[in-house]
């Protein structure tokens, strides 16, 4: 079994910059891939990025490309998101996931979730 624990998440102003973390115990994550997707207020679940944890290999929402990163630290067994630039509508509950297969953009693809982190912006 996985254990995911989200952190980082605060009240911050448009334009400012923010680092998640995702922390992983259980099974080890050398076939794993792990992700982050978010819920805004009345909103559905959507993908925000993926990494491949062996090979390292990402996957971007469009709409969040280019301030976004993903990253891992195989040794910390942790998964971070650089979110740069914030807008207002990035304000949401942020959750990682993990998959032992190939993960995907859709919520389905993903057995473990963390409780949530949350992330608000102001204008």
């Known amino acids: 079994q996985v254990q995911l624990v989200e952190s980082g998440g605060r009240l911050v102003q448009a334009g400012e910059s923010l680092r998640l973390a995702c922390a992983a115990s259980?099974?080890?994550?050398?076939?794993?891939?792990m992700g982050w997707f978010r819920q805004a207020p009345g909103k559905e679940r959507e993908f925000v990025a993926s990494?491949?944890?062996?090979?390292?290999?990402?996957r971007y929402a469009g709409f969040v490309k280019g301030r976004f990163t993903i990253s891992r630290n195989n040794a910390k067994n942790t998964m971070y998101l650089q979110m740069n630039s914030l807008k207002p509508e990035d304000t949401a509950v942020y959750y990682c996931?993990?998959?032992?297969?190939?993960?995907?953009?859709?919520?389905?693809?993903?057995?473990?979730w963390g409780q949530g982190t949350q992330v608000t912006v102001s204008s």
């Open positions: 996931a993990a998959d032992e297969g190939a993960g995907g953009t859709q919520v389905y693809g993903y057995d473990y």
């Open positions: 259980g099974r080890a994550f050398s076939s794993y891939v």
């Open positions: 990494i491949s944890w062996s090979v390292g290999r990402t």
